[in-house]
């Protein structure tokens, strides 16, 4: 069963910064992929950021240029670095991974932690 934990959250003001990490509970180098979503309260789930296992990086329009996304397989860990922060990054955020199995791709989740900036 795989777990991912969210950490790092919390309440900022605008243009500050804070590093989410998302931990697994196995090897990160089994996924074909993770990412970060984000959810603010009346929106659907949107991607922010994802990194494949080469280290490939794709990223929202609104969030290039300040958040980075990147991966420690030795700590079975994926990072968000979050700068100049705005009042619309507000959401809870999500960790995701993406296990590919045959022709089958399996989503994990994680519990999700509150990003609160401030104007």
């Known amino acids: 069963q795989v777990q991912l934990v969210e950490s790092g959250g919390g309440l900022v003001q605008a243009g500050g910064s804070l590093r989410l990490s998302c931990a697994a509970s196995g090897s990160i180098n089994s996924f074909s992929a993770m990412g970060w979503y984000r959810q603010a309260p009346g929106n659907q789930r949107e991607m922010v950021a994802t990194i494949t296992r080469n280290d490939a990086t794709n990223y929202a329009d609104s969030v290039k240029g300040r958040f980075t996304i990147s991966r420690d397989n030795a700590k079975n860990t994926m990072y968000l670095q979050m700068n100049s922060l705005k009042p619309d990054d507000t959401a809870v955020y999500y960790c995701?991974?993406?296990?590919?199995?045959?022709?089958?791709?399996?989503?994990?989740w994680g519990q999700g932690t509150q990003v609160t900036v401030s104007s």
């Open positions: 995701n991974a993406k296990r590919l199995v045959i022709a089958t791709t399996y989503d994990y």
